[in-house]
């Protein structure tokens, strides 16, 4: 039961475009979404987050947007820059529960 | 240290050996996480720890997989008669149930490797 979905396993965008990356999500008690990015041979880090309060939240090139009513949010990158190449993954927990995370998006910025 | 650790970095073993993979989490968190990713993969949930109660363990894979934590610190999980299904990077992640959005920490994680 994947309650996070990212259903594209890969993107790719060119240089200084618009990187637009979607997940689903089926359980309506998350309260915040994080999305994280990982470069090979590490571990993922922390990238932005949204609450369940708001529908956007936006941190430099970064903005996410959520919509409740379609249980969908999506990480917005611009301008892309190459080395936002990397996988990125899109979580959800309740608070105070365990996250889940989604299988992940490998973006590809083309320079 | 100011992050998660994870011991050893990498790991090759033969098949139906037993390997025990270790996490230092950063000081204080009271939730642990651990994940595994196959090649070409995303994030598989194995276990989760949440202070000192039960942990969450819906994720392991078989009954081969089990993991430890005491308190709030170091955790331990052990793959015993290893198969060559279990290669894979091992990565273990804590968190603060404080922190509002329970933002997760991640180790550089374990390349296990089953010959």
């Known amino acids: 039961d994947q309650q996070v979905k990212q259903n594209s396993p890969s993107l790719s965008v060119q240089e200084g475009r618009i990187s637009i990356l979607n997940c689903d999500y089926t359980n309506s008690m998350f309260d915040y979404f994080l999305w994280y990015k990982k470069y090979p041979a590490e571990g993922p880090t922390f990238l932005i987050s949204?609450?369940?309060?708001?529908d956007k939240n936006e941190d430099g090139r970064f903005t996410v947007f959520l919509n409740k009513s379609a249980k969908h949010l999506s990480l917005h990158i611009v301008p892309s820059q190459p080395g936002d190449s990397a996988v990125y993954f899109c979580?959800?927990?309740?608070?105070?529960?365990?996250?889940?995370f989604g299988a992940g998006t490998r973006l590809f910025v083309k320079a | 240290g100011a992050g998660v650790s994870q011991s050893p970095s990498n790991k090759v073993t033969e098949k139906g050996k037993d390997v025990e993979l270790r996490c230092d989490p950063i000081s204080g968190h009271t939730a642990l996480y651990w994940y595994r990713q196959r090649l070409g993969q995303g994030l598989e949930f194995l276990i989760y720890f949440q202070g000192n109660s039960a942990p969450d363990k819906s994720g392991l894979p078989s009954d081969r997989f089990s993991a430890e934590r005491t308190g709030e610190s170091v955790s331990t999980l052990t793959i015993q008669r290893t198969q060559q299904e279990d290669s894979a990077v091992y990565l273990c992640?804590?968190?603060?149930?404080?922190?509002?959005?329970?933002?997760?920490?991640f180790g550089p994680g374990t390349r296990l490797l089953v010959l």
């Open positions: 949204i609450s369940s309060i708001k």
């Open positions: 992640a804590s968190s603060s149930r404080w922190a509002e959005q329970e933002t997760q920490y």
């Open positions: 979580a959800a927990n309740t608070g105070g529960f365990k996250t889940i």
